[in-house]
């Protein structure tokens, strides 16, 4: 009933940025919150940024992207966003949308549904 399609993704050079979508769609009604996770070759998937859990409104980043990512929603368009400055290689990774009803946590064991993804590739 929940449908999240990810989209920005793209290769760009050491320092540049990227602006990441993600359109939520069908029955959203009783989303509660959403993020960004991303996946290395070989590594865990790990999150990135979230607006808010359980209905608050504290914003969480994760300690290498603080300062050059952002993470925003529009509700009109249904739409969450993540702005990607002073782009590193280590921000290569597959970048996923997550939502849930009940925002218990924010790692993923806490997210039921999610997108396919949207590839990332800095090069230096």
């Known amino acids: 009933q929940v449908e999240l399609v990810e989209s920005g993704g793209g290769s760009v050079q050491t320092g540049g940025s990227l602006r990441l979508s993600c359109a939520a769609s069908g029955y959203t009604a009783n989303i509660a919150c959403m993020g960004w996770f991303r996946q290395a070759p070989g590594k865990e998937r790990e999150t990135v940024a979230i607006?808010?859990?359980?209905?608050?409104?504290?914003?969480y980043y994760t300690d290498s992207v603080r300062g050059r990512f952002s993470i925003s929603q529009d509700n009109i368009k249904n739409t969450l966003y993540l702005q990607m400055n002073s782009l590193q290689p280590d921000d290569t990774a597959m970048y996923y949308c997550a939502a849930d009803e009940q925002c218990l946590g924010w790692s993923k064991e806490y997210f039921a549904y999610w997108g396919q993804g949207t590839q990332v590739t800095v090069s230096s």
């Open positions: 607006p808010s859990t359980n209905g608050g409104t504290y914003i």
